[in-house]
């Protein structure tokens, strides 16, 4: 089995900084791309930014310059570093770890969420 656990989430200021983690752990052989997502009240999960195997990066025009994703594959996480925030920034963000098992099997995984919330 497979266990994502997102941290970071807050309550912060407008212009304000956070930075969200996700670990994974269990029967992990690799993880190939890892991203972060985000869904707000009343709106459909849209993608943020995502991170491949190799260090290639994406984001979404709206958080281009202001956020950063990154990864540490010794320690099965990613991360997004998120600086001058904005009140639009708030919602869950989820992350989404692609992980080939020590079975083989390669599936999608998401972490539970969390909470941020810009706001002065």
């Known amino acids: 089995q497979v266990q994502l656990v997102e941290s970071g989430g807050a309550l912060v200021q407008p212009g304000g900084s956070l930075r969200l983690s996700c670990a994974a752990s269990g029967s992990i052989f690799r993880i190939y791309n890892m991203g972060w997502y985000r869904q707000a009240p009343g709106k459909q999960r849209e993608l943020v930014a995502t991170?491949?195997?190799?260090?290639?990066?994406n984001y979404a025009d709206f958080v281009k310059g202001r956020f950063t994703i990154s990864r540490d594959n010794a320690k099965n996480t990613v991360y997004l570093q998120m600086n001058s925030l904005k009140p639009e920034d708030t919602a869950v963000y989820y992350c989404?770890?692609?992980?080939?098992?020590?079975?083989?099997?390669?599936?999608?995984?998401w972490g539970q969420g969390t909470q941020v919330t810009v706001s002065s």
């Open positions: 991170v491949t195997w190799s260090g290639t990066t």
């Open positions: 989404n770890l692609n992980i080939q098992q020590t079975s083989g099997r390669t599936s999608d995984f």
